[in-house]
């Protein structure tokens, strides 16, 4: 069985300082896909960025960028500078490749203050 | 503009009455799924579809039916809505299944409350 845990319901950090927010998976598919998606008040679901198992280096998007430990089983997402526009729920989500299904943590609300 | 589109965004209804959400995708994705949030779980998968004709369960299935007649569109059914099913639900397509395709698209989010 597949399974994404985030421990961090919420988080609080300073505009312009980094932050990063937690995600531990447990999956028994030797390759795998890790997400993160960003949900503003508004509802929407924005995708931030991706890690596959296989990857070599850490990904990174601009600000963001995904710290990713195999052995430790961890996609941490670090957002660096952090912005009051980054105040939002995030969500780390993981699709295994024995599966269809793209299975989601149970968020990380953030709060960016001046 | 590529986008998943969901109608209604916003809808009350009453225990029993069946309603429909569409969901229609303009990228020919094969791959669609339907979730449901709530509060303190995240997003829980409903139904998949692999391509037309193919759907599955997903981890909540329960009360809740879908087709795929078209790639485009990949409607949710509730047949006897109740009140445990109040939820925002999203749709959601990409491109194929397997762990390297990157993102999923997701619609607005279809925010419905059962009375």
């Known amino acids: 069985a597949q399974k994404i845990t985030q421990t961090q319901p919420g988080m609080f950090v300073q505009e312009k300082e980094a932050v990063t927010l937690d995600c531990t998976y447990d999956t028994s598919d030797p390759s795998y896909g890790l997400f993160w998606y960003k949900q503003p008040s508004s509802g929407e679901m924005i995708f931030l960025i991706y890690?596959?198992?296989?990857?070599?280096q850490n990904a990174t998007e601009g600000r963001y960028s995904l710290n990713f430990q195999k052995a430790r089983k961890s996609a941490n997402l670090v957002i660096s500078a952090s912005q009051l526009g980054d105040s939002a729920m995030y969500f780390c989500a993981m699709r295994g490749r024995n599966t269809d299904k793209l299975i989601f943590g149970t968020g990380t609300r953030l709060q960016v203050f001046p | 503009e590529a986008q998943v589109t969901q109608n209604p965004r916003y809808l009350i209804t009453v225990t029993g009455k069946k309603l429909t959400v569409t969901c229609s995708q303009n990228m020919n994705h094969e791959y669609m799924s339907w979730y449901r949030q709530d509060p303190g779980l995240g997003l829980r998968q409903i139904y998949y579809?692999?391509?037309?004709?193919?759907?599955d369960k997903g981890d909540v299935p329960e009360g809740y039916k879908v087709s795929r007649k078209e790639k485009r569109n990949f409607p949710l059914i509730l047949e006897s809505p109740s009140p445990n099913q109040t939820s925002l639900y999203f749709c959601?397509?990409?491109?194929?299944?397997?762990?390297?395709?990157?993102?999923?698209?997701f619609g607005e989010g279809s925010r419905l409350t059962v009375l």
């Open positions: 579809s692999m391509n037309v004709e193919v759907t």
């Open positions: 959601a397509s990409s491109l194929e299944q397997g762990v390297n395709t990157g993102e999923l698209f």
């Open positions: 890690q596959g198992s296989y990857d070599q």
